[in-house]
């Protein structure tokens, strides 16, 4: 018979990085899905700044601004959820959740604002200067992804004896 | 658990609503692969149909650093979409079904009195037709065969010339020759959809003009491909063409250089950031319309002037391919032909007495120019250019622009000119200059100084040489001016003396009939075919009929559907057409010389019964008496005095 585990009980730091990244991906959502709805308005209108042939780059940059927006907005969502997850093991975020949790945040800041500067200002087929942010925030992302496979891989072995499905808990 | 209902594979209760919901996705999965399967094997079968057509055309050059215009687009997406729109790219294409405008359906249509039968077989195009390579040799003289001998043959049509006004197609020469390009002498006609001789598309003299036999490879791949080499193979036995081209069609490279070094250096994103940023122009490319006003509209005059080579690169050209790129001095490789004006050099007028032909086939006598396709040549002669800083750019743009004549916003407006000649009179009273109402057409610098006294393309076309308006050409040189070309009503004694008057122009000295009948009748009636055709279409020009008023042009018209040119024919009824109460008129202007005879007395019976010459009536110096009816005996005078002599405009 599986050893019943009580699992550790929630502490505030957790909570609160739930919460955080619950806001922010919900925000995101919201932020994201408006620049949605702007760029089908931009189709609706039929205008030349967004759907000219010349502004092919515009057009791209900005999709993928929509489109890592909406993305990584989920992102944090399944990232509140994973913390949420993992807090019935340990007492507290580690330093490798706490790191991913700004990482992600700047990641969702900097990539589709990136693209979306690259799109304003563009040269010829080159984005603006703006899509210097995408790399920064697309490696941000990786290590923030890194980092917590890493930290919920050190839960696992740690809590290896005890690590029980939710719902056998 | 009991189960009314067995568990498909799916694991979903089988329900009807869920048999339907399998059924439906099904169903549009079987769709969708179906639609994926056939635009698969569409798109293989195009590529089949390219590969196998690509063995007959010019090779895909691979020197000399060109690498076509798609490897361009994703860099420069709005040029590319703008150069896309061009007919300069639909200069030249491979012979597809989605390039071919003429319908291959086994018409047969006679050239100088040998049949041609276009057909198609599956997505290919083929001709029957008198072997080319024996046609070659018999006109050449080197073979004593009469013309209707010569072997008919079976030739793929493989490429096209031109897409906007008519098409033409070259078909693939015997293999030994290695890929010749012979001509097919038919033109399609794409507004009138049909096929007519090659020869009543040119303005060929009717008892001066020789078989027209062409070979793409050594004459046309110079300005209808990007890059072209004709790679002639002295060599081999029979020489023969090993042809290759940077693109078919005139591309991105054919102005701004080759562009494989570009591409090879910019990948480097801090090179191109560093570009964009700074001030600095990027100096693997060139852009024409940075370089000074000369070098950048000898650009455009690569292809746009009268040149021969210079004896050094002559050769050169035929194994090599041309040796000019953008932003090279054109006059290193060539050398430009003027017309011996005023200031001519002892070699031009040498030039001119070894060849008037040459000349007469291109200059008005006052060496203006007369072909069209020659803007650069006219130009470069113009003070606007060679005092002033005017290029081609200054009208025109391949990026910014209609496609149909390249003129960007405003380029055909005074505002172009008015951009140097800011004065008073040019601008704000620009009626002190013109004694034209303000935003009439006689203010508009164009059409005194740019008059359609070129030729090409069964149409008048702009004179790129800008000049004013010289009596002394017309009443000398048979030279049409711009004010009689509008004023179509008036005789040049009215424009000498308002010449006179408004601008004090010397009065020129002018004969009874300079003095007494329109000058464009004149030209229309007894003037040789370039007047001819210049004439006749300035009578659908709508400036020229507000001018002069349309209802008396009909009969005069109607004389030149007899006309020994065929382009004169077509632009006559073209214009006749344009009439009110003709634009049914049934008229074929290659069709038969009696029926053609016909078709005049037709026109103008027509005339008759609608009660016109209108304003015209009891004016002598239209040919028109009293009771409106045409002065006869003066028309048939005129008509015998034509000017026979031969013209030749190749456009």
């Given at each position: 018979?599986?050893?019943?585990?009580?699992?550790?009980?929630?502490?505030?730091?957790?909570?609160?990085?739930?919460?955080?990244?619950?806001?922010?991906?919900?925000?995101?959502?919201?932020?994201?899905?408006?620049?949605?709805?702007f760029?089908?308005?931009?189709?609706?209108?039929?205008?030349?700044?967004?759907?000219?042939?010349r502004?092919?780059?515009?057009?791209?940059?900005?999709?993928?601004?929509?489109?890592h927006?909406?993305?990584?907005?989920l992102?944090?969502?399944?990232?509140?959820w994973?913390?949420?997850?993992?807090?019935?093991?340990?007492?507290?975020p580690?330093s490798?959740?706490?790191?991913?949790?700004?990482?992600?945040?700047?990641?969702?800041?900097?990539?589709?604002?990136?693209?979306?500067?690259?799109?304003?200002?563009?040269?010829?087929?080159?984005?603006?200067?703006?899509i210097?942010?995408?790399?920064?925030g697309?490696?941000?992302?990786?290590?923030a992804?890194?980092?917590?496979?890493?930290?919920?891989?050190?839960?696992?072995?740690?809590?290896?004896?005890?690590?029980?499905?939710?719902?056998?808990? | 658990?009991?189960?009314?209902?067995?568990?498909?594979?799916?694991?979903?209760?089988?329900?009807?609503?869920?048999?339907?919901?399998?059924?439906?996705?099904?169903?549009i999965?079987?769709?969708?692969?179906?639609?994926?399967?056939?635009?698969?094997?569409?798109?293989?079968?195009?590529?089949?149909?390219l590969?196998?057509?690509?063995?007959?055309?010019?090779l895909?050059?691979?020197?000399a650093?060109?690498?076509?215009?798609?490897?361009c687009?994703?860099?420069?997406?709005?040029?590319?979409?703008?150069?896309?729109k061009t007919?300069?790219?639909?200069m030249?294409?491979?012979a597809?079904?989605?390039?071919?405008?003429?319908?291959?359906?086994?018409t047969s249509v006679?050239?100088?009195?040998?049949e041609?039968?276009?057909?198609r077989?599956?997505?290919e195009?083929?001709?029957e037709?008198?072997?080319?390579?024996?046609?070659?040799?018999?006109v050449?003289?080197?073979k004593?065969?009469?013309?209707?001998?010569?072997?008919?043959?079976?030739r793929?049509?493989v490429?096209?010339?031109?897409?906007?006004?008519?098409?033409?197609?070259?078909?693939?020469?015997?293999?030994?020759?290695?890929?010749?390009?012979?001509?097919?002498?038919?033109?399609?006609?794409i507004?009138?959809?049909r096929?007519?001789?090659?020869?009543e598309?040119?303005?060929?003299?009717?008892?001066?003009?020789?078989?027209?036999i062409?070979?793409?490879n050594?004459?046309?791949?110079?300005?209808h491909?990007?890059?072209?080499?004709?790679?002639?193979?002295?060599?081999?036995?029979?020489?023969?063409?090993?042809?290759?081209a940077?693109?078919?069609?005139i591309?991105?490279?054919?102005?701004?250089?080759?562009?494989e070094e570009?591409?090879?250096?910019?990948?480097?994103p801090?090179?191109?950031?560093?570009?964009?940023?700074?001030?600095?122009?990027?100096?693997?490319?060139?852009?024409?319309?940075?370089?000074?006003?000369?070098?950048g509209?000898?650009?455009?005059?690569?292809?746009?002037?009268?040149?021969?080579?210079?004896?050094?690169?002559?050769?050169?050209f035929?194994?090599?391919?041309?040796?000019?790129?953008?932003?090279?001095?054109?006059?290193?490789?060539?050398?430009?032909?003027?017309y011996?004006?005023?200031?001519a050099?002892?070699?031009?007028?040498?030039?001119?007495?070894?060849?008037?032909?040459?000349?007469?086939?291109?200059?008005?006598?006052?060496?203006?120019?007369?072909?069209g396709?020659?803007?650069?040549?006219g130009m470069?002669?113009?003070?606007?250019?060679?005092r002033?800083?005017?290029?081609?750019f200054?009208c025109?743009?391949?990026?910014?622009?209609?496609?149909?004549?390249?003129?960007?916003?405003?380029?055909?407006?005074?505002?172009a000119?008015?951009?140097c000649?800011g004065?008073?009179?040019?601008?704000?009273?620009?009626?002190?200059?013109?004694?034209?109402?303000?935003?009439s057409?006689?203010?508009?610098?164009?059409?005194?100084?740019?008059?359609?006294?070129?030729y090409a393309?069964?149409?008048?076309?702009?004179?790129?040489?800008i000049?004013?308006?010289?009596l002394d050409?017309?009443?000398?040189?048979g030279v049409?001016?711009?004010?009689?070309?509008?004023?179509?009503?008036?005789?040049?004694?009215?424009?000498?003396?308002?010449?006179?008057?408004?601008?004090?122009?010397?009065k020129?000295?002018l004969?009874?009939?300079?003095r007494?009948?329109?000058?464009a009748?004149?030209?229309?009636?007894?003037?040789h075919?370039a007047?001819?055709?210049?004439?006749?279409?300035?009578?659908g020009?709508?400036?020229?009929?507000?001018?002069?008023?349309?209802?008396?042009?009909?009969?005069?018209?109607?004389?030149?559907l007899?006309?020994?040119y065929?382009?004169?024919?077509?632009?006559?009824?073209?214009?006749?057409?344009?009439?009110?109460?003709?634009?049914?008129?049934?008229?074929?202007?290659?069709?038969?010389?009696?029926?053609r005879?016909?078709?005049?007395g037709e026109?103008?019976?027509?005339?008759?019964?609608?009660?016109?010459?209108?304003?015209?009536?009891?004016r002598?110096e239209?040919?028109?008496?009293?009771?409106g009816?045409?002065?006869?005996?003066r028309?048939?005078?005129?008509?015998?005095?034509?000017d026979?002599?031969?013209?030749n405009i190749?456009?």
């Amino acid at each position: 018979m599986a050893k019943k585990v009580t699992p550790a009980a929630p502490v505030k730091s957790a909570e609160q990085l739930v919460f955080r990244h619950l806001l922010i991906g919900w925000g995101g959502l919201v932020v994201f899905i408006l620049l949605g709805i702007f760029l089908e308005m931009l189709h609706g209108l039929k205008l030349d700044l967004y759907l000219d042939v010349r502004q092919e780059t515009r057009r791209l940059m900005w999709i993928l601004a929509h489109a890592h927006g909406t993305l990584f907005s989920l992102v944090h969502l399944g990232f509140a959820w994973s913390v949420r997850f993992a807090s019935r093991w340990v007492a507290s975020p580690g330093s490798g959740i706490r790191s991913a949790s700004w990482m992600l945040t700047a990641g969702l800041i900097a990539m589709p604002l990136g693209f979306f500067l690259g799109g304003i200002w563009t040269y010829g087929g080159d984005p603006g200067i703006g899509i210097l942010l995408v790399p920064i925030g697309a490696v941000l992302m990786l290590i923030a992804c890194l980092r917590v496979l890493i930290e919920l891989a050190t839960i696992r072995s740690k809590s290896a004896a005890s690590f029980l499905h939710p719902s056998d808990v | 658990m009991s189960r009314s209902q067995p568990a498909d594979s799916f694991g979903l209760e089988a329900t009807p609503a869920a048999r339907i919901l399998v059924m439906g996705a099904m169903l549009i999965g079987g769709l969708l692969a179906v639609t994926v399967v056939v635009s698969v094997s569409a798109a293989a079968k195009k590529e089949k149909a390219l590969a196998r057509l690509a063995l007959e055309l010019p090779l895909a050059r691979e020197d000399a650093g060109y690498v076509s215009s798609n490897a361009c687009q994703s860099c420069h997406p709005g040029e590319h979409a703008s150069f896309h729109k061009t007919y300069h790219r639909t200069m030249t294409q491979p012979a597809l079904p989605d390039t071919v405008a003429g319908s291959f359906d086994g018409t047969s249509v006679m050239s100088d009195g040998l049949e041609y039968r276009v057909f198609r077989k599956a997505e290919e195009f083929w001709a029957e037709m008198p072997d080319p390579e024996e046609m070659m040799y018999v006109v050449q003289g080197g073979k004593p065969l009469p013309l209707d001998k010569i072997p008919r043959v079976e030739r793929r049509v493989v490429m096209t010339t031109g897409s906007h006004h008519y098409q033409t197609y070259w078909a693939s020469g015997a293999d030994k020759y290695g890929n010749l390009l012979q001509t097919l002498p038919l033109i399609y006609l794409i507004k009138e959809q049909r096929w007519i001789p090659r020869e009543e598309a040119f303005m060929k003299a009717p008892h001066d003009r020789g078989r027209m036999i062409t070979q793409w490879n050594n004459h046309c791949i110079n300005c209808h491909s990007t890059g072209g080499n004709p790679g002639l193979q002295k060599t081999t036995r029979e020489g023969g063409f090993k042809t290759a081209a940077g693109e078919l069609g005139i591309s991105c490279e054919a102005c701004h250089g080759p562009g494989e070094e570009h591409i090879r250096v910019n990948r480097n994103p801090l090179r191109r950031y560093g570009l964009h940023g700074g001030s600095q122009e990027d100096s693997t490319m060139v852009n024409p319309a940075k370089l000074d006003h000369k070098r950048g509209s000898q650009v455009c005059g690569q292809c746009h002037g009268v040149y021969i080579r210079t004896d050094a690169h002559g050769m050169k050209f035929a194994e090599e391919g041309e040796p000019y790129r953008p932003g090279d001095d054109l006059n290193e490789t060539r050398y430009y032909i003027r017309y011996p004006q005023r200031d001519a050099t002892p070699i031009e007028r040498e030039e001119f007495a070894k060849n008037p032909a040459f000349f007469a086939e291109r200059w008005w006598e006052d060496g203006t120019v007369m072909a069209g396709g020659r803007e650069y040549s006219g130009m470069s002669v113009s003070a606007c250019y060679t005092r002033g800083e005017m290029s081609c750019f200054s009208c025109h743009s391949m990026h910014d622009s209609d496609p149909a004549d390249q003129l960007k916003k405003g380029g055909a407006t005074n505002g172009a000119c008015v951009e140097c000649h800011g004065q008073p009179e040019y601008t704000t009273e620009v009626s002190r200059h013109t004694h034209h109402a303000v935003g009439s057409s006689g203010s508009e610098c164009m059409n005194c100084h740019m008059p359609h006294t070129a030729y090409a393309l069964f149409s008048a076309i702009r004179n790129h040489q800008i000049e004013s308006p010289d009596l002394d050409a017309s009443a000398h040189l048979g030279v049409p001016n711009a004010c009689n070309l509008c004023h179509l009503n008036k005789t040049l004694e009215w424009t000498a003396e308002a010449m006179h008057e408004r601008y004090g122009t010397p009065k020129v000295e002018l004969n009874e009939e300079q003095r007494e009948v329109s000058a464009a009748l004149l030209w229309m009636l007894k003037g040789h075919a370039a007047q001819r055709v210049i004439a006749a279409w300035h009578t659908g020009w709508k400036p020229a009929q507000d001018a002069s008023g349309s209802d008396w042009l009909a009969p005069f018209q109607a004389q030149l559907l007899d006309d020994p040119y065929g382009v004169v024919r077509y632009v006559a009824v073209e214009n006749l057409k344009a009439l009110s109460g003709f634009e049914d008129f049934d008229f074929d202007f290659i069709g038969p010389e009696n029926e053609r005879r016909e078709k005049i007395g037709e026109a103008i019976a027509q005339w008759r019964e609608q009660g016109r010459g209108g304003e015209g009536s009891g004016r002598s110096e239209l040919l028109l008496n009293d009771d409106g009816t045409v002065d006869e005996a003066r028309l048939r005078q005129l008509l015998s005095e034509r000017d026979n002599r031969p013209v030749n405009i190749k456009e």
